[in-house]
């Protein structure tokens, strides 16, 4: 799977340690960064990585900030993609088999790099149960075309 990686200040650890499992998965990795503690603007990262699986060339996408919520707005504004914010591994798992959310976001400040990892395992080894595939149809007739 090519996965989509992306944080802002608050969680350049995180993501590389999330590269680093992800890798070790045998996923291809695409790092839109940022690479650096110094204060940045999540939506400079978020957004191309959730555009980079709105458009084909990414399967998925893991995005970090501080709380995650800021990271799962961004995605939430892209017409197509569906983002969930998830604190542990349980909703990851749910999410995964509900809501098949292409964009998983979290926070740094709230989950440890561990629990981080084993959020994304969850999230990309659970099966989406098909049972809920009309909610989403609902969910995808509100999509509109960005401005």
């Known amino acids: 799977m090519r996965i989509a990686l992306a944080c802002d200040h608050a969680a350049v650890g995180h993501k590389q340690a999330l590269a680093a ?26 957004y191309p990585a959730v555009l980079a699986v709105a458009e084909g060339r990414a399967d998925r996408a893991v995005l970090i900030c501080g709380t995650g919520i800021g990271m799962s707005i961004v995605a939430n504004k892209v017409p197509g993609i569906r983002c969930a914010l998830v604190h542990s591994v349980e909703i990851a798992r749910i999410t995964a088999a509900h809501n098949n959310p292409q964009v998983l976001a979290m926070g ?38 960005a401005c």
């Not at 999230?123 to 007739?141: C, N, S, V």
Request: aromatic share 10%; hydrophobic share 40%.
């Open 21 to 46: 499992a992800l890798h070790g998965w045998g996923h291809a990795v695409e790092d839109f960064g940022t690479d650096s503690g110094a204060s940045c603007d999540y939506p400079d990262y978020g």
């Open 108 to 145: 740094a400040r709230i989950v440890d790099v561990a629990i981080a990892i084993a959020m994304v395992e969850s999230w990309l080894t659970t099966p989406f149960e098909t049972r809920h595939q009309r909610r989403l149809d609902k969910i995808a007739a509100h999509d509109h075309p």
